[in-house]
C-alpha cells in the first residue's frame, strides 16, 4: 500500500511492531532453541592437519584476504603511528599485536559463514562475510565477543603493569635502547618471562570458550550458554588436540606479525577458515 502524509500512525504503528518483532528475534538467538551441549567428537591430530588444509582450501577460493587488508590494516597503520609519536605506548606494542589472538575469534565471524556457506552451496561471494551483521545471530555474537574484549582489556592491563614492575614505569628513550633493555637485562628478561605466562593463561581462557562456540552461534540457534558450554566440553574431551590447536593458533600469529604484520593478511584468514572445519569435525550437524 502506498504510504501517504496522511498515516502517520500506521507509518509509528508499522515501526513499533517491527522494533519489537527485531527485539524479540534478538533475544530468541541469545537463548537460543537448545537446553544443553550437543555430544561432541575425539579429536586427533590428523583432525587439525584437514581443517589447515581445507582452511587453505577456502582461503584460496574466496580471497577473504582481501576482507583482511580492509578491515586489519587500518588498526594496524593506527597502532603504529602512536607508537611513533608516543614512545610510552612502545612497551604494550608487543601486547597489542599478541591481542589479536584474543579478538581473533570474534573477528573471524564473517569467514566462519563463508566456510558454512562454500560447504552447503559450493561458492560463497564476500557479501557472506557480512550477511551476518544483519542476521539475529549477532546479537548472541556481540555478547560473546564482549567477554573477549574484557579479557582483551585485562591482557593490557596486565601488560602494563608488568613493564611497569619490571622495565618501568618510566618510557623507553628510543626503540633500540627498549629492545636492548628487553634482550640484555634481568628486568627485561623477568618482563618476558611473566607476560609469556601471563599471556598463556588468557590466551587458554579464550581458547576454552571460543574453540567452537562462535562458529557454532553462526550454524544453529544455540544460544551464547549452549554455545559456551559445548567449546568447554571439546576442549574438556580433547585437552592435548585442543592445546596443540592453541600452540598453532599462537606460532602461526607470532610468525604473521613478524614481517610488519604483513603475515596477517594469510595468517587471520586461513585460521578462521580452518576453525570452521574444526568445529565441523568436533560437533556432529544436527540431526
Known sequence: MTRTI???LSWAAEAAFGAGRTAAEATEALRGHADTPPEVRRLTNDDLRTALRRGIEDF???RSDVIFLILIYPIIGIALALTAFHMARLPMLFPLAA???LLGPVVATGLYEMSRQREATGHAGWGAAFSVIRAPVIVPVIVL???LMIL???WMFAASVIYNATLGPE?????AGFLGDVLTTGP???MTVLGVGVGAVFAAMVLALSLTAFPMLIDRRAGVTVAVLTSLKVVRENPRVSATWGLIVAVAMLVGTLPLFLGLVIVLPVLGHATWHLYRAAVPAEA
Open 188 to 190: 627485561g628478561w623477568a
Open 6 to 8: 496522511g498515516n502517520p
Open 152 to 154: 582483551f582489556l585485562a
Open 145 to 147: 565477543g564482549a567477554v
Open 99 to 101: 591481542g589479536f589472538t
Open 60 to 62: 584460496g577460493a574466496l
Open 171 to 175: 618510557p623507553p628513550t628510543s626503540v
